[in-house]
């Protein structure tokens, strides 16, 4: 069987975008931004998690990597601390499109360093909300 789904899984805080340090997340909630990517691209599965929770992120991973053909991952404050997220994302036969939405680069140190970032296909950071839509454009084209 082919699998058409490409899951959208974000990390802790991320519920708050909109509302949260506006000046680096700006001011458009997450979920409506998201819900408007699923609009521009119907003919994609595209599914949606958040969690602030570890554990779940792990269990989505490793369940989108069954039922789908790539993950979208933003992992938040996790991908600078987690190698259970980082051995999950290893663990993935998919592509695994890792982003951020604010360049992480030209934030404090300590955010410069993304253990998750060594598992992923790839990292897009630092241009917004857009991330997603990057990944997902990159993703429909290989």
């Known amino acids: 069987?082919?699998?058409?789904?490409?899951a959208i899984i974000n990390g802790p805080n991320l519920n708050l975008v909109g509302s949260r340090e506006p000046g680096i997340y700006g001011e458009v909630h997450l979920d409506v931004f998201l819900l408007e990517l699923k609009q521009l691209h119907p003919d994609l599965d595209i599914q949606v998690m958040q969690s602030n929770l570890e554990g779940q992120l792990i269990n989505w991973i490793q369940q989108a990597n069954t039922d789908n053909r790539a993950i979208i991952l933003n992992p938040g404050g996790y991908a600078h601390t987690?190698?259970?997220?980082?051995?999950?994302?290893r663990s993935c036969k998919v592509p695994v499109i890792e982003v951020h939405i604010s360049n992480v680069h030209a934030r404090e140190p300590f955010?410069?360093?993304?253990?998750?970032?060594a598992a992923a296909k790839g990292v897009i950071s630092g241009f917004g909300l857009e991330v997603y839509q990057m990944a997902l454009i990159y993703l429909t084209r290989s």
Do not use: E
């Open 82 to 89: 987690s190698v259970a997220i980082l051995d999950a994302i």
């Open 1 to 6: 069987m082919t699998h058409t789904g490409i």
């Open 111 to 117: 955010r410069h360093t993304l253990l998750t970032a």
